[in-house]
Nanobody
Framework: VQLVESGGGLVQPGGSLRLSCAGSGFTFSNYPMSWYRQAPGKERERVARISSGGATTDYANSVKGRFTISRDNVKNTVSLQMNSLKPEDTAVYYC??????????????WGQGTQVTVSS
């Protein structure tokens, strides 16, 4: 299994970034995918989750209305569109794979992470 994130970087408050994650080594369309983040000194937080087919999503209250998760099961990618970014969104963002087909399956694999920094 491999999960490779891209798209992180430095952005000003109010700006946008799009994170992407390419999955390989497993049948991508069979598994729910999530994005987590961890800021220095803070607990890891699940930001968004999407079902295997893409029909169901959920978001942390802190990002609801600003972030959108999506997936392309042909290209084996999952993306996180982040708008109206705030300094408190600064963190390392991780792409993760569910351990089973259920939407509620615990994570069984993590990507290497990509840094997002929101600062003027």
């Amino acid at each position: 299994v491999q999960l490779v994130e891209s798209g992180g970087g430095l952005v000003q408050p109010g700006g946008s970034l799009r994170l992407s994650c390419a999955g390989s080594g497993f049948t991508f369309s069979n598994y729910p995918m999530s994005w987590y983040r961890q800021a220095p000194g803070k607990e890891r937080e699940r930001v968004a989750r999407i079902s295997s087919g893409g029909a169901t999503t959920d978001y942390a209250n802190s990002v609801k209305g600003r972030f959108t998760i999506s997936r392309d099961n042909v290209k084996n990618t999952v993306s996180l569109q982040m708008n109206s970014l705030k300094p408190e969104d600064t963190a390392v963002y991780y792409c993760t794979k569910g351990g089973g087909r259920s939407y509620y399956s615990p994570v069984d694999f993590w990507g290497q992470g990509t840094q997002v920094t929101v600062s003027s």
